[in-house]
């Protein structure tokens, strides 16, 4: 039972490099979400997907873009790195949106120099 | 702003004792309120959640109480254990989530 997976788990950015984040769940799930945990800020909602070819932002969106082309891949592309996205990167996804549990990936920390 | 906010940051209890994280909320659309635990370099994970028609749920030696007319919730832990020491997320839903600020809680044995 792989749950979500996450690729890379750690990365090294300079400032203005581009990278992708990937995102992949085995469980079906319609619902798929980005969240990033900073230190006293918690777990905050950059994308979310509710299907294939559907997204919408969350709370912190910007710097970041996502798409859904597939049902089990929700990856996120970081278009030119800023040292304030340094931070740990989580997957998560849900049955459908609003269903209830949230299943996390292993998370990807991310330092942008 | 943040839609839920949890106190207190870090908690420090002694094995046996009672572990007590609080959070509070303002939109009442939201419907589901988990706690999540996440140990170091793990993505977390849904240890108890609790719909608002109730006022209290109990798995093992977790307990979420919920206040609906004062949006409040708490976990509780009875006998805390050094196994337990971990950050606690608590977390609100209507369609997407969101989460607490976090409380690191440390059991010393």
């Known amino acids: 039972n792989a749950g979500v997976t996450q690729t890379p788990k750690f990365q090294v950015l300079k400032t203005g490099q581009s990278m992708t984040l990937q995102c992949a769940q085995d469980m079906n799930h319609e619902y798929m979400s980005w969240y990033r945990q900073d230190p006293g800020m918690g777990l905050r909602l950059i994308h979310y997907s509710v299907g294939a070819g559907i997204t919408d932002q969350g709370e912190v969106p910007n710097g970041y873009n996502v798409s859904r082309s597939t049902t089990e891949d929700f990856p996120l592309r970081l278009l030119s790195a800023a040292p304030s996205q340094t931070s740990v990167y989580f997957c998560?996804?849900?049955?459908?949106?609003?269903?209830?549990?949230?299943?996390f990936g292993e998370g990807s920390r991310l330092t942008v120099l | 702003q943040q839609q839920v906010k949890q106190s207190p940051q870090s908690l420090i209890v002694q094995k046996g004792g009672i572990s007590i994280i609080n959070c509070a909320y303002e939109n009442t659309a939201f419907d589901y309120f988990p706690w999540y635990q996440q140990f170091p370099g793990k993505g977390p994970a849904l240890l108890i959640a609790?719909?608002?028609?109730?006022s209290e749920k109990k798995e093992g030696r977790f307990t979420i109480s919920f206040n609906k007319s004062a949006k409040q919730f708490s976990l509780h832990i009875m006998d805390s254990q050094p196994g337990d020491s971990a950050t606690y997320f608590c977390?609100?839903?209507?369609?997407?989530?969101?989460f607490g600020a976090g409380t690191r809680l440390t059991v010393k044995p």
């Open positions: 998560a996804s849900s049955y459908r949106m609003g269903s209830g549990e949230l299943f």
């Open positions: 609790i719909r608002p028609d109730v």
């Open positions: 977390a609100a839903s209507y369609n997407d989530m969101r």
